[in-house]
């Protein structure tokens, strides 16, 4: 992951050796890195000094400063891995204070809310990308390093190696966004990586794709706070509309707990819409 790992301080380095024991991808490891060292800049000392009630004190100014749960819950893991494993603290869970998990629904674009926006991107590449990640659930950085040897156009699947959780799965391969995809290759003539970015071997970066979804967004007037990963939750969403079973929706994003895939129940309106009142089965004249 990094190059060269003697410019770390010995605690940083002893983090990597566990992470790399466990298996932790590269984005996960860089994450987990990233919050230990805003740790130390925000407490101007070393991880390893700090108090039970200064990582306190420090979880409880991130979330007065209004940081997202997922940041949060993100640090939480990274500091339960730093504390407990590498140091051997062993500090419990009412010092590394995970925060209630908010329950606001995600948001939800429609078919037609979708193609409107990726018609405003006028970048092959940038388009064939979104419809990639939205016509096979996929997150944004499964897409980007998708590799050409990952599209099975015989079978019509995708598959997606080391995702979330390490985890490699298959998932369904639309015949519209083949032919986008061969469109694509024609024109850019990617070598390995699918959608290669500026710096060699390296995939395209994520906030270039965010940035091109959220202009196109703002040209056709959608006010929703849609993002790149609002795609994902709308093919979930879309499959339960087109009476696709909870459990191949699962396997298709990879989700390890149907309790995640359910949520999708919540999401679609044609779903909820359709049960019938009990209110309705009365007989007016009984």
């Not at 130390?40 to 200064?54: G, M």
């Not at 390490?166 to 083949?178: A, G, P, Q, V």
């Not at 979804?213 to 703002?218: R, T």
Request: charge should be positive; glycine fraction near 4%.
């Amino acid at each position: 992951m990094y190059q060269n790992t003697q410019a770390l301080s010995t605690h940083l380095q002893k983090m990597i050796f566990e992470m790399e024991l466990r298996g932790y991808s590269p984005q996960t490891q860089n994450h987990y890195l990233c919050h230990v060292k805003l740790l130390e800049k925000h407490t101007s000392k070393p991880a390893p000094q700090l108090t039970p009630h200064e990582l306190k004190q420090y979880l409880h100014y991130r979330i007065k400063s209004g940081i997202g749960y997922s940041s949060i819950n993100i640090s939480c893991n990274a500091f339960k891995l730093f504390f407990n494993k590498v140091l051997g603290y062993n500090w419990s869970d009412d010092v590394i204070i995970r925060p209630k998990r908010p329950k606001s629904l995600p948001y939800v674009l429609s078919q037609d809310e979708i193609l409107s926006i990726t018609d405003q991107v006028l970048n092959l590449k940038h388009k064939t990308i979104l419809l990639t990640a939205y016509s096979s659930g996929l997150r944004i950085s499964e897409t980007l390093n998708l590799r050409i040897s990952d599209i099975d156009s015989s079978a019509m699947l995708i598959r997606v190696n080391h995702g979330k959780g390490n985890k490699d799965r298959l998932t369904i391969l639309s015949h519209e966004n083949l032919e986008m995809l061969r469109l694509y290759w024609k024109r850019y003539r990617p070598t390995d990586l699918l959608f290669p970015g500026l710096l060699e071997g390296k995939p395209m970066a994520a906030r270039t794709i965010q940035r091109a979804f959220q202009v196109a967004k703002d040209k056709v007037g959608i006010t929703k706070p849609a993002t790149v990963h609002t795609l994902r939750h709308s093919f979930g969403t879309h499959l339960l509309e087109d009476n696709t079973d909870l459990r191949t929706i699962q396997v298709l994003m990879g989700h390890s707990d149907i309790s995640t895939t359910a949520l999708y129940l919540h999401l679609s309106t044609k779903h909820i819409s359709s049960v019938k009142s009990p209110l309705d089965r009365c007989d007016p004249n009984d």
